[in-house]
C-alpha cells in the first residue's frame, strides 16, 4: 500500500521561472493539502483540493495554484519564482469523513532551490 | 502571527525517562490537536491526537495532555527511546471537516543512550 508520494525529491530554479510539483495521494484518500516548510519552520498551510476543487487556502499570493485531477492526484504550481520560496513543499492526503477529522499522512517533500 | 508556539526548540532526556514536549495556541476555534514526528529527509508522520472534549489521550508510550484554559498541550513520551529522536511538531486544526492545519515550529528532540 503505497502511501503519498512526490516527485521531484529535489528541483532547482532560478527566480523568474515557474515549477510544477506532483503528489499521488495515499490510496483510498481523496483530499489534498499543500504546506510549504522554510527551514527551522514548521509547515505552513498552502491550500487544499477536495473532489478537484480548491475548497481552504492560506496566506499565500496568486502566484501559487493548484490542481486536483479525477484520480485525486494533485499538482503545485509556483509561477514568477522568488528567493523566498525556497523550501521543502509538502503534499499531505487524507479521507473526507464527514463530521470525523482523519488525521493527514504525508509525503517526504521535494526540496525546491531557487537560485 | 504564531497561532501556536512551541517555545522549546529542542530537549534532551536520558534513555529511560520522561519526555515532556510543550505547546501552546492562541486560537480559540482550535478544537482538534495533533503532534506529528519527523525524522530528517521525510515527511511528518501522526503521532497522536486529542479532541477538545477529552483532557488526556493515551497510546502506548505517548500521551498528550489538553488544558483548554489555559490554551496549552503537552506529549507526554514514557520510556524515552534512542529512536524517538526527531522533531516533534504541534498542531492544531478546527472542527469544520476542511483540515486546515497550522503547525508550530517544532522541538527537536534527543534522546540519549
Known amino acids: 500500500d503505497a502511501g503519498v508520494t512526490q516527485s521531484p525529491t529535489h528541483l532547482i530554479k532560478t527566480r523568474g521561472q515557474q515549477v510544477t510539483l506532483r503528489c499521488s495521494p495515499k490510496?483510498?484518500?481523496?483530499?489534498v493539502s499543500w504546506y510549504q516548510q522554510a527551514l527551522g519552520q514548521g509547515p505552513q498551510f498552502i491550500f487544499q483540493?477536495?473532489?478537484?476543487?480548491?475548497?481552504q487556502r492560506g496566506n499565500f499570493p496568486d502566484r501559487f495554484s493548484g490542481h486536483q485531477f479525477p484520480n485525486y492526484s494533485s499538482e503545485l504550481n509556483v509561477n514568477a519564482l522568488l528567493l523566498g520560496d525556497s523550501a521543502l513543499y509538502l503534499c499531505?492526503?487524507?479521507?473526507?469523513?464527514?463530521?470525523?477529522?482523519?488525521?493527514?499522512?504525508f509525503g517526504d517533500g521535494t526540496r525546491l532551490s531557487i537560485l | 502571527d504564531q497561532q501556536v508556539k512551541q517555545n522549546s526548540p529542542s530537549l534532551s532526556v536520558q534513555e529511560g525517562r520522561i519526555s515532556i514536549l510543550n505547546c501552546d495556541y492562541t486560537?480559540?476555534?482550535?478544537?482538534?490537536f495533533l503532534w506529528y514526528k519527523k525524522y530528517p529527509a521525510e515527511g511528518p508522520t501522526f503521532l497522536i491526537s486529542?479532541?477538545?472534549?477529552?483532557d488526556k489521550n493515551e497510546d502506548g508510550r505517548f500521551t498528550v495532555f489538553l488544558n483548554k484554559s489555559a490554551k496549552h498541550l503537552s506529549l507526554h513520551i514514557v520510556p524515552s527511546q534512542p529512536g524517538d529522536s526527531a522533531v516533534y511538531f504541534c498542531?492544531?486544526?478546527?472542527?469544520?471537516?476542511?483540515?486546515?492545519?497550522?503547525f508550530g515550529t517544532g522541538t527537536k528532540l534527543q534522546v540519549i543512550p
Open positions: 483540493y477536495y473532489e478537484e476543487e480548491e475548497r
Open positions: 499531505a492526503s487524507s479521507l473526507r469523513d464527514r463530521g470525523h477529522l482523519q488525521p493527514q499522512h
Open positions: 486529542i479532541s477538545s472534549i477529552k
Open positions: 490510496s483510498g484518500h481523496d483530499t
Open positions: 486560537n480559540s476555534m482550535f478544537d482538534y
Open positions: 498542531a492544531a486544526s478546527d472542527l469544520t471537516g476542511y483540515q486546515k492545519v497550522t
